[in-house]
């Protein structure tokens, strides 16, 4: 079954330092977003994206944040500066449609800012 | 505001006995809800989803759930816990077009 791959599993990061979290949506699909967890916390969305913008964002989702379809099969979340309250775990997702279209997740890159 | 609560951190289950996990939500609309499972050091897996069609859902794994709207509930059941069932189980409704906001999800825990 297709799915949704996240690289690194992992990353640590100098606070202040950029970090780009890489994801290969499903194929087919034409939707993409990232969430993220912080621990403890619940699960929430940061951004949407399709026809190569973004379609939605959250508040969270603020200048220090960036997004990107590099190529035809690359989804990448960038944060410029991070910071130490970034520590998470982030989920990248893809759906072929929206509304009843369920989103598919990968399994996380996490996030550790020191 | 739209959301979703989930009532339980924790549940914890003998083997073979049934599991319920509670997901209540409030929408101005009729919902689009989902199930997601995160089993350790996973990601999200998708267990089912309610999209107006029929108010009992089938999943994977022999989970289902049942839309009352009355209730504004959306809870997850299956009727035989299986010790491979342990898990972080999230309930999420769709809240636009994009965006899906979750529960705080419920921790399953099933005794031997």
Redesign the interface.
């Known amino acids: 079954e297709p799915e949704?791959t996240?690289t690194p599993s992992h990353q640590v990061t100098q606070m202040g330092q950029e970090v780009i979290l890489r994801c290969v949506p499903i194929s087919n699909h034409l939707?993409f977003?990232w969430?993220r967890q912080i621990l403890g916390?619940?699960?929430?969305?940061l951004v949407?994206f399709?026809n190569n913008e973004i379609?939605?964002k959250?508040e969270i989702f603020d200048d220090q944040f960036s997004v990107e379809r590099p190529d035809g099969s690359n989804f990448t979340l960038k944060i410029r500066s991070t910071k130490l309250e970034d520590s998470a775990m982030y989920?990248c997702?893809s759906s072929v449609g929206?509304?009843?279209q369920?989103?598919?997740?990968?399994?996380?890159t996490r996030l550790s800012i020191l | 505001a739209q959301s979703v609560t989930q009532l339980g951190s924790h549940v914890s289950v003998s083997e073979g006995a049934l599991v319920l996990l509670r997901c209540n939500y409030s929408s101005s609309v009729p919902p689009?809800l989902?199930w997601?499972v995160q089993y350790p050091?996973?990601?999200?897996?998708?267990l089912l989803?309610y999209?107006?069609a029929a108010t009992l859902v089938k999943g994977i794994n022999g989970f289902e759930a049942e839309f009352k709207k009355s209730e504004t509930s959306f809870h997850l059941t299956k009727p035989s816990a299986h010790m491979s069932d342990a898990a972080e189980y999230?309930c999420?409704v769709?809240v636009?077009?994009?965006?899906?906001?979750?529960?705080?999800?419920t921790r399953l825990l099933v005794r031997p």
């Open positions: 949704v996240q939707y977003y969430y916390q619940k699960v929430e969305f949407s399709y379609s939605e959250s989920f997702a929206t509304e009843n369920p989103q598919h997740f990968g399994d996380g | 689009y989902f997601y050091n996973q990601g999200l897996q998708l989803k999209t107006s999230f999420a769709r636009s077009s994009y965006k899906l906001i979750f529960g705080s999800g």
